[in-house]
């Protein structure tokens, strides 16, 4: 199916490149990025996920989009939708499957209003172009940043859970909703 290609202001969302990996796998390395994640990512480990937004967009038609600053042409990270590898039971009485907006920036694009900025045109797409009623974030408590993106695109808190994470203990978790009517 590919990538369909969305534009913002300051932003184009595209498919990635291969000259996107380097990039991808230093900011999967930055302590800072990856503060309210378990660990780091090895440049392997950032090479799969790369690959699996791949086929992820084969199968759905959406993905997490690399996020090029046009004004530059500077790899910025990524925004974007996707289906969930895990099951909550706050998700057993949502639209299916679950769709989730999510976002990962570079640190030096932070505090720039960015990732609200791709998260709305991902967030249009996925209601106006895939016909979603609903979407779904989220994210640890702690990370306060990561729901502020939530809060500024009109989502509102629906639930409190553990988050399950392979190999370590459930993270405390916060999940936001929005729905085609609250949306734009
Ligand atoms: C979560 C994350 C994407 C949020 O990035 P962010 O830059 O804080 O979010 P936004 O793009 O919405 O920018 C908002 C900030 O830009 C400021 N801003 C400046 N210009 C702006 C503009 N034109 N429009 C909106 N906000 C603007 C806002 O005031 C706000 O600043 P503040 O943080 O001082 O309150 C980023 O912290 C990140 O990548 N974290 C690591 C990965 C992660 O945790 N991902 C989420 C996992 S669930």
């Known amino acids: 199916m590919g990538t369909p290609q969305l534009t913002t202001a300051r932003l184009l969302m595209r498919g990635w490149l ?5 990039p991808f796998a230093r900011m999967n390395a930055d302590p800072e990025v990856m503060e309210h994640f378990p660990s780091t990512m090895t440049r392997a480990e950032s090479d799969a996920f790369v690959d699996r937004i791949g086929r992820g967009f084969d199968t759905y038609g959406f993905g997490l989009w690399a996020l090029e600053l046009r004004a530059t042409g500077e790899f910025l990270g990524f925004t974007g939708l996707s289906v969930p590898r895990f099951h909550a039971p706050w998700m057993d009485v949502r639209e299916q499957p679950v769709v989730e907006v999510g976002w990962r920036l570079v640190r030096r694009a932070w505090g720039q209003g960015l990732a609200t900025e791709a998260a709305r045109e991902a967030c249009r797409f996925g209601f106006e ?7 779904v974030s989220f994210t640890v408590t702690g990370n306060l940043r990561s729901q502020a993106v939530m809060r500024r695109l009109g989502m509102t808190r629906i639930a409190e859970y553990d988050h399950p994470v392979v190999g370590h203990p459930a993270l405390p978790s916060v999940a936001f909703l929005l729905t085609r009517e609250r949306s734009g």
């Open 129 to 135: 172009d895939v016909g979603r009623a609903e979407i």
């Open 18 to 22: 291969p000259a996107d990996r380097e």
